[in-house]
């Protein structure tokens, strides 16, 4: 009896294991469902509590999972982690809180620049290792093969860089034979490049060619606005046939402050759940641009050179303290909204039936991408010639060093800072500053 029990308790404790793993999410048509083919909605919160990799820190992760699901999230994104690091913990934590992981393949050094864009062995291969790593864990629910690439409206050449990623890393996955996960890319909401760099993504015929979701962070809807005045008629309207899911990867307008997250009962409402798979709010922890939704302790910007918990002036470790009135605001809001969506088995054959959607053709001083030239191939950099004969930034000599962003993107709705710099960590905008120098640098050379 005795050794029964012995044998019979791991047997047991190993297939309750089994039954409790986390179902994996996957994309059909323009939805993401779970396991049973109950639609997924992002309920997301954008979660970098240390510029290197937050999944690390398994009682930290613990900690935070507690108040997340407090506020009802289902969803984290991360921006940076480090492939070679043990992700078992935080991520099994997560996976039994149901909650999943959106994460970016790119690290500090190997991003696509919108500036001479290039896609090559190298980023390819550190891509790579962060897919490696996460394709283990059931909750990762997709990656994204870059974060603002684009920023600013003559910006489009850099584009087919991005696709030409997701082209190759879309290929890796299932040459490696891993499941399914999708990947896709997180736009600057640019109303120039509007809604083109969105059908341009999805527009491929052959599905190997085009991402599996695309998102955008969008910061429209600042303090009381509504659909309409905030522009979220025109983001519904400009997605309504979009072929694949479409969510909001950063949301969350700080100014006017305190934040009410009124944009969320729109998303998940009933003109833009049918279309829409939710959002991610930016985000987590509080620092100097004053998103946070959670704070470890108050500013201690003298304490920064002695303590390791301690970057860039924020404390990024220990008991998490709700920021008040906004976590309280987002989890009311978050708490009545429901959308069931559709079940999978009625949504196949809609799904089916989904037809491609027309490329965005070329205009001059607008959207730069010839709907009919190649995607460029691993290791193929932009040749000057041909951005000159596409119209962007090195012909008119003054495009770059205007490329800040602000102006050309669709910020007028919502505080300066919060569309250039928002999605960043502090070494990310010394990183976007120092790019900016060098493209100015390199766009006078080149004029010159
Ligand atoms: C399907 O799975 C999800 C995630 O585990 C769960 O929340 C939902 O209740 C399930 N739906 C049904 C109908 O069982
Ligand atoms: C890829 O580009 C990076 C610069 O972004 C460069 O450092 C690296 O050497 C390039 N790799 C290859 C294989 O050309
Ligand atoms: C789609 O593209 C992939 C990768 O480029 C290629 O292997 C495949 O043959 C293409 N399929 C069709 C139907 O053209
Ligand atoms: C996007 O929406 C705008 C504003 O309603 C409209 O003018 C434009 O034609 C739409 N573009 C596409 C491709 O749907």
Known sequence: MWSFLALAVPVLLGSLQAVTAVPTISAVGSKFFYENGTQYYLKGIAYQLTPHDPLVDTAQCKRDIARMSELGANAIRVYHVDASADHKGCMSAFADAGIYLFVDLDTFNTQIEQTDPHWNQTQFDRFKEVLDEFQKFDNTAGVFVGNEVLTTADGSQAAPYVLAAARDIKAYRDEKGYRQIPVGYSAADIADLRPMLQNYLACAGNHSDRLDFYSLNAYEWCGQSSYEQSGYNILQKNATDYPIPIFFSETGCNTPAPRTFHDQ?????KKMSGTWSGSIVYEWIEETND??????????KAAAATNSIIEDGFTRKGTPTPVSPDFGNLKAQWATLHPTGVHLSDYRKVASGITNIKCPASTSGGWAVDPNSPLPTLGQTLS?????????????????????GASATATKKSSASALTITGTTATERLLAVSMLLSGVVGAVAFWL
């Open 265 to 269: 009962s729109a998303i998940f409402g």
């Open 384 to 404: 000057k010639e041909a951005a000159t004969t596409m119209g962007t930034s090195s012909t008119d000599g003054k495009a770059t060093a205007a490329g800040s």
């Open 291 to 300: 998103y946070g939704l959670i704070s470890y302790g108050p500013s201690v």
